[in-house]
């Protein structure tokens, strides 16, 4: 997560495991906040301190939790390192937070956000169960290789040239 806030300051957090809404923190000590100084080229990284494991937070649609993304704090005080509005329209950033000791990341206490970008790093999710029954060459998976074989010259499938079956024709199942 990586977001600007009005006064042009950059913060942001890394969550070492894929976000997920639960109703408690997850992550691990790889977990971490940081913030960009206007002008900087180098951010100021704050890694977990081990005083707690409060690393990331994500809630959506509760009356009685926050609904929002956190990196460390306290769910009970609503006291986090950086916090990020369901609305991503504001945020706060409180210090120090025990879970990173980290300084108050944006321009002040409350802010409001400018821009937020979020990323996933992870591996290609599984393919469709349709695209997986469908293996083979000649599967959608293939398609871009099979057009470059035929454009090549190297192959043609006569199948998928075929003219339409004229009605009463009956085809083999």
Known sequence: LALRDHGGKVLGGFSSHPLQLAPKFYGDFSCFVFCLDTGSDIPTIFRASGDNHNFVYMNAKREELPNGLAFGGQLDSRFFGLW???????GRSDAPCATYQNEQLGTSVEFHVDEVE??????DPPPPEWEQEEGG????KHAEAAAFAELAGLRSNYAEKAPPPVDGDEEDD
């Open 84 to 90: 990020l509005r369901a609305d991503l329209e504001s």
């Open 118 to 123: 979020v990323w996933a790093v992870a591996d």
């Open 137 to 140: 060459v000649r599967s959608k």
